[in-house]
């Protein structure tokens, strides 16, 4: 009897010896999954670029995130998300643009070791986020200021010139135009200055 009860004596104590090495190797394990998610998030994180984008055609906006090798300009996979600005929108509103296909233009971008670039879209994505410059372009179309109006988009979709059109458009009335004279007043005292400055502009291209 004596015999046996050692022999179980010995056994519990192996069995407890075993259950907490078990426990210490999950522990490790379960340390050594959160840390390799971790670094993958933390290189997934560093390696992000996002950049923005403005199509010159219609006015439409794209924001991408671009996971790439660290350091590096290989790109593993973009995640693209696309909307309207409210110029675009008053746009697709009075069907003034054709249909097309998307010409995006680089306007702003940051992330995997960049801290800003720039690219050519950068001034027609200011004229796009304009609110008032949305309004004078739908209240030329109502009032027949076609003429008016393709001025004012011409320069809109053009790199160099897009950054003076929505100055056309500050102060405007908040309550909007009563008529076609109100608004050819106020067209009138705004687009010869503008006008010259898209001359000079022109002059050095």
């Known amino acids: ?13 192996t069995g407890g010896t075993s259950t907490t090495m078990d426990r210490n190797k999950w522990l490790w ?11 993958t998030a933390l290189a997934a994180y560093s390696s992000l670029f996002t950049y ?3 199509c010159n055609k219609c006015g439409a906006k794209r924001v991408t995130r671009d996971f790439l090798i660290p350091l590096s300009k290989i790109s593993v996979f973009k995640i693209h998300t696309a909307g309207s ?21 680089f306007c702003y971008g940051c992330g995997n070791g960049v801290k800003c670039a720039i690219g050519p879209g950068r001034n027609i994505e200011f004229a796009l986020m304009s609110e008032n410059l949305a309004y004078l372009l739908s ?5 027949g200021e076609r003429a008016e109006k393709e001025k004012l988009l011409a320069a809109l979709f053009d790199p160099r010139k897009a950054q003076y059109v929505p100055y056309v458009a ?13 608004l050819r ?10 006008e010259d400055t898209m001359a000079s502009i022109g002059k050095h291209p």
């Open 1 to 13: 009897m004596l015999e046996s009860n050692a022999f179980h004596t010995d056994c519990n104590f």
């Open 29 to 39: 394990i379960t340390f050594f999954i959160l840390a390799v998610c971790a670094l």
């Open 52 to 54: 923005s984008e403005v």
């Open 85 to 105: 600005t409210p110029v675009g929108a008053a746009l697709a509103k009075m069907a003034a643009i054709p249909p097309h296909e998307h010409q995006w233009l």
């Open 139 to 143: 209240a030329c179309e109502l009032y």
């Open 170 to 182: 500050i102060g405007i009335p908040e309550n909007g135009f009563q008529d076609a004279k109100a």
């Open 185 to 194: 007043q106020c067209i009138k005292s705004r687009m010869p200055d503008f």
